[in-house]
């Protein structure tokens, strides 16, 4: 019997205290090595739109081409929340929530008894169809200009009450939703509904025959990781003081697919996070040299889809089971096996 | 009779689109057939061949010296004629290069092969890009394909009846191609069976790889027809593999007439939606697709197909 | 293999310490006006938002072009205030969301002095917003959305276009009344083309006329055989379109193509010259508007031409046009205004820009330019244009307009333009200095 791999089930493990050390001291040193404020928002952002995102395709093998609708769908709520109705802080996050999972269910509600090819799909053309109304529906969201001028509430909690105008507060706050989101989440994948979840990953039918009723589990999950999704969108919507409808583009949603895969989001929980870091810091420190590093990281991802979809994560987990177990016999990594 | 005749140029309009739709699909649904793959880098593939085609007209660079020069003094229509072949049979070898990576994920998770073709199109959007940068760029036509004429009082573009003319006729060809020749009869055994054909002698490998090829030959005949119309510019390929995707699915995987029926479908929907609410027209083929997958994912003449695994 | 469990201990420490932290951040001092020494040799780091990729990306290149030029005579001159001038640019792909990057990161990585350069009204927004967060001036040098002198004005923005309002006092009256009453719209969705149909709308019911219909064109249209063929059916007397980059030249290409140039009469309301140049005559139908020809009879628009040939021998487009002109003369202008305020501080600056008079001779229009300081927007001479005649294009195939008329810009001025700008006060505009 072979001594079972460890998996911190704690509340709080070594990985993400390293996390967020790196991630609270970053407006120290962030412009010491060349980059900017706005670009850790970004970062936190999109972090958490992967980890959203990476619950579909890395622990329930679902491909959802189309995610960005959920991102635009929150930020343009958050908003409009804030242009037409107040400007609350608290009240726009749960309406970027709200209306991406309400979105989200939609959509779900439509595909979940699919998989595979049609499910990815249907993904894109709902994702197309959000797209369209975002561009279309001028009155609402303003059309390709976008939704304008949306300002950045305080932070308050009753009488305390903190201004989020500099790129930095917002970020402190992006990383506290991160932190929440990341915790959060780590108990979600390591619970009862998590572990079902990779058993539909690994076999639908299965499943389905031990007794999981497998639609609601993929309704569910779906819904949730739009909302998760929505949450970003409406961060970005503070950052940016706008929304806009590109972020639901075929293109945009499928760098957060890149970001995830790359980054090892078909093994590990930290995928989505490594992958996210690698793509910014690619897009700002590459970029910053030649305008076609867009093409090699496109090459980089075919490679690593051909070669080692475990990814980034994976292939720094092997690099560790490796010299620890050096000498005894190679596991073969396994991708329907979700480590910590 | 009247709202007939105040519609008859829209339909037409819808129709030759439609032609149009099914052409751009053919290719795509080839290589479904026969590779159980979906292949999300048609589209780019399909602008790459159009870009191509507009360098073997109008090469451009200097360094060809005295023969560019004596080259772009021969008349255009010698010239779009060769591109017609030249660029399909480069993109042939694109496409077949692709195969040639994607054998790896054979026999793995369909999914694999969907994240390569989705990786591949955006790498070839990037590289066109790069090549050829994002500003709109012109394909020449013949003067004799160019131009407007009369129709009952109303002007209609003789390059669009040109293009709707060459789909339907290529359209045709590709299926006495089909029915007619032996290597047509491979292809459809090999979508139908492509274990009985491995064991008939046929080799699989080779089919897979040359059916890629002319797949993509194909998108890239479409590519070069239809880049007068919508313009050449990197971003093009993404509007022709969405509506591809609902042809296909619309018509039935592996129905050669169910796509041709149902690209025909897509196009007048467009086209007559653009009349009356033209803005949400394009969302008309998004909704459509949603429908039919909804409740009746097999299309119209559709088989039960890897899609539905 | 013992789990790596955190103890309740050293897990409320560090939440403690990342709590801290948080604190000093959401509750610390925060300085909002940064003022840096600005040594004075020192390089002045302007900014380029201009597109070089989208439906815009041709006009973006131009007045790149038009906007350095402005800035290599300054700096052989020895620069302003003795410091040389270097500029960054970053593709601003037409798009808004880029644009809000590009600003965030020119102003907090690069820490531009200035910003300046949008073609499509949609970026110019979402720039401006960013500019004014920071205090940091931005010319909008090409964008003619009647709302950029209107509701999305800001006091650190300075428009140097005619906007949709001017080009359409120029144009409807005449319109109607040689042409017709029965008008149908073309309108490019996005701010620029629905905010110029709208003054077209208010300003052909002004004068009599009557909007029969309107019909929105998706921005990077290339196929209008469906609006043509309705257009065909409906048979109006006029029409008008705000239509604009890739999607214009289309059309064009297409109108002409298809003959229907002269029936109906075109009105396009402002005509920018990177997205007719190289089309055939046939497809430089109808009259339009624009603030600058390269064959106007005025002086020093001769050596103005043969500059931009020398700095710029190898490019397509051979002969400057309205977009280089606008870039030129906004960089041109801001220069000459640090050089007046003596110093970059922004608050100064604006102060001299709102004030600006330019003289016709040095503006090489009809009419003297002035800056109006309730909307920030340049008031210039309007001038209305059509095809040239086919001998003279036959001897000269870039000489493709021809002048019809000029208006003083005290006619063609958006009057309701300060009724909906409100500027914000320059106590609240962060003050900056590069």
């Known amino acids: 019997m072979a001594p079972q791999p460890s998996i911190s089930e704690g509340l709080v493990t070594r990985p993400m205290v390293i996390l967020f050390a790196v991630l609270l001291s970053l407006p120290l040193w962030i412009e010491a090595v060349g980059l900017y404020q706005y670009l850790g928002i970004e970062i936190a952002v999109w972090m958490i739109y992967a980890l959203g995102f990476n619950l579909l395709l890395g622990y329930t093998g679902l491909p959802s081409f189309g995610h960005g609708a959920y991102f635009g769908v929150g930020a343009y709520a958050f908003g409009l929340v804030q242009l037409r109705l107040i400007e609350s802080l608290w009240l726009g996050l749960a309406a970027g929530i709200l209306a991406a999972m309400a979105a989200g269910a939609l959509v779900a509600g439509l595909i979940s008894h699919r998989r595979g090819i049609y499910y990815a799909l249907m993904t894109i053309a709902c994702a197309q169809v959000f797209w369209f109304v975002a561009v279309k529906w001028h009155s609402v969201t303003g059309g390709e200009d976008g939704l304008l001028n949306v300002a950045r509430p305080a932070l308050s909690f009753g009488i305390l009450s903190a201004s989020l105008r500099g790129n930095t507060a917002l970020y402190y706050l992006a990383v506290a939703i991160l932190g929440l989101t990341v915790v959060g989440l780590w108990r979600f994948v390591h619970s009862r509904f998590g572990k079902a979840l990779q058993a539909i990953k690994q076999n639908e039918m299965r499943a389905g025959f031990v007794g999981y009723n497998v639609w609601l589990y993929k309704f569910l999950v779906f819904t949730l990781s739009a909302g998760i999704a929505g949450l970003a969108g409406s961060l970005f919507a503070m950052a940016q003081k706008s929304a806009y409808p590109d972020v639901m583009s075929l293109h945009s949603a499928g760098l957060v697919v890149m970001m995830t895969l790359i980054g090892g989001g078909f093994v590990s929980f930290w995928g989505p996070v490594v992958g996210t870091a690698v793509f910014f810091l690619a897009r700002d420190l590459l970029g910053a040299f030649t305008e076609t590093w867009l093409l090699w990281y496109g090459l980089m991802f075919m490679g690593i889809v051909l070669f080692k979809p475990e990814g980034v994560v994976g292939a720094w987990q092997d690099l560790v089971r490796r010299r620890r177990t050096a000498g005894a016999t190679k596991e073969t990594g396994s991708l329907s096996h979700h480590r910590g | 009779m009247e709202f007939v005749l105040h519609l008859a140029p829209h339909l037409l309009n819808g129709l030759s689109l439609g032609f149009l739709f099914a052409l751009i699909a053919l290719g795509f649904m080839l290589i479904i057939g026969v590779m159980e793959l979906i292949n999300l880098a048609h589209g780019s593939l399909f602008a790459l061949g159009a870009y191509v085609a507009m360098v073997v007209i109008a090469p451009g660079a200097s360094w060809w010296g005295p023969l560019g020069k004596w080259y772009v003094a021969q008349p255009l229509t010698l010239r779009y004629v060769l591109a017609l072949v030249v660029a399909p049979v480069i993109l042939a070898f694109v496409g077949m290069l692709l195969e040639i990576c994607l054998r790896r994920t054979y026999g793995k998770d369909p999914l694999y092969g969907l994240l390569f073709t989705f990786g591949a199109a955006m790498v070839i959007e990037e590289l066109i890009r790069i090549v050829w940068g994002s500003a709109e760029k012109f394909l020449q036509v013949p003067q004799a394909i160019n131009g407007a004429f009369l129709v009952g009082g109303l002007i209609y573009s003789k390059y669009r009846f040109f293009a709707a003319a060459s789909a339907l006729l290529l359209i045709l060809l590709v299926w006495l191609f089909l029915e007619r020749t032996p290597y047509g009869a491979m292809i459809k055994a090999g979508a139908h069976d492509s274990e009985m054909v491995r064991a008939l002698g046929i080799n699989l490998k080779r089919l897979r790889l040359c059916v890629f090829g002319f797949g993509t030959a194909l998108a890239a005949m479409a590519g070069i027809i239809i880049a007068p119309i919508w313009g050449l510019r990197p971003h093009v390929g993404v509007d022709a593999v969405i509506p591809a995707f609902l042809i296909i699915v619309l018509g039935g995987v592996g129905s050669f007439w169910g796509a041709v029926l149902a690209g025909v479908l897509v196009g007048l929907a467009v086209a007559l939606t653009a009349v009356y609410v033209s803005e949400w027209s394009l969302l008309s083929m998004y909704l459509l697709l949603i429908a039919v997958v909804t409740f009746r994912a097999r299309g119209l003449f559709g088989k039960k197909s890897i899609l539905e695994v | ?434």
């Not at chain 3, 219909?213 to 290339?222: C, L, S």
């Open chain 3, 1 to 434: 293999m013992a789990a790596r469990h955190m103890s309740r201990r050293s897990f409320l420490q560090k939440v403690g310490l990342g709590a801290a932290g948080a604190g000093v951040a959401f509750y610390g001092p925060w300085k909002h006006n940064h003022v840096y020494a600005a040594k004075a040799d020192k390089p002045l780091l302007i900014g380029l938002t201009t597109d070089a990729s989208g439906q815009y990306g041709n006009s973006g290149e131009m007045e790149r072009r038009g906007m350095l030029m402005a800035i290599a005579e300054f700096n052989k001159k020895g620069g302003v205030l003795g410091r040389q001038i270097e500029t960054i640019h970053i593709d601003t792909e037409t798009t808004p969301a880029t644009g809000t990057r590009v600003a965030e990161r020119m102003i907090t990585r690069h820490e531009a002095a200035f910003l300046m350069g949008a073609v499509s009204s949609g970026v110019a927004n979402a720039i401006s917003l960013v500019a004014q967060r920071y205090g940091v001036i931005y010319l909008n040098s090409n964008s003619s959305s009647p709302t950029e002198s209107g509701k999305d004005c800001h006091r650190v923005k300075f428009v140097w276009d005619g906007n949709g309002t001017n080009f359409g006092k120029a144009t409807v009256l005449n319109a109607i009344n040689a042409v017709g009453k029965n008008w149908v719209l073309f309108t490019n969705d996005y701010v620029w083309g629905h905010e110029t149909s709208k003054s077209v709308r208010a300003l052909v019911t002004q004068y009599g006329g009557k909007i029969v219909e309107e019909m929105v064109i998706p921005v990077g249209t290339r196929d209008f055989s469906s609006y043509l063929l309705k257009l065909q059916q409906i048979k109006p007397d006029v029409v008008n379109t705000a239509v604009g980059g890739d999607d214009i030249k289309a059309l064009r290409a297409q109108v002409g193509q298809l003959g229907m140039g002269n029936k109906p009469a075109w009105v396009q309301n402002q005509q920018d010259w990177p997205d007719v140049y190289g089309l055939p005559l046939s497809g430089v139908f109808g009259i339009f508007g624009t603030t600058w020809y390269y064959k106007l009879d005025l002086p020093g628009v001769k050596e103005f031409v043969a500059q931009y040939q020398k700095m710029y021998p190898g490019v397509s487009i051979k002969v400057p046009g309205n977009v280089y002109y606008n870039g030129y003369m906004a960089a041109r202008e801001l220069l000459r205004a640090v050089e007046r305020a003596g110093s970059t501080n922004n608050i100064k600056v604006i102060k001299e820009l709102e004030n600006l008079k330019v003289p016709a001779k040095d503006r090489m229009q009809h009419f003297d330019a002035y800056m109006n300081p309730a909307t920030h927007q340049m008031q210039q001479t309007i001038y209305l244009a059509t095809a040239n005649d086919e001998a003279a294009w036959k001897k000269d195939n870039d000489d493709l307009f021809k002048v019809l008329a000029w208006s003083k810009p005290q006619d063609a001025e958006d009057t309701d333009a300060p009724k909906a700008c409100k500027l914000e006060p320059y106590e609240a505009t962060p003050s900056y200095e590069m």
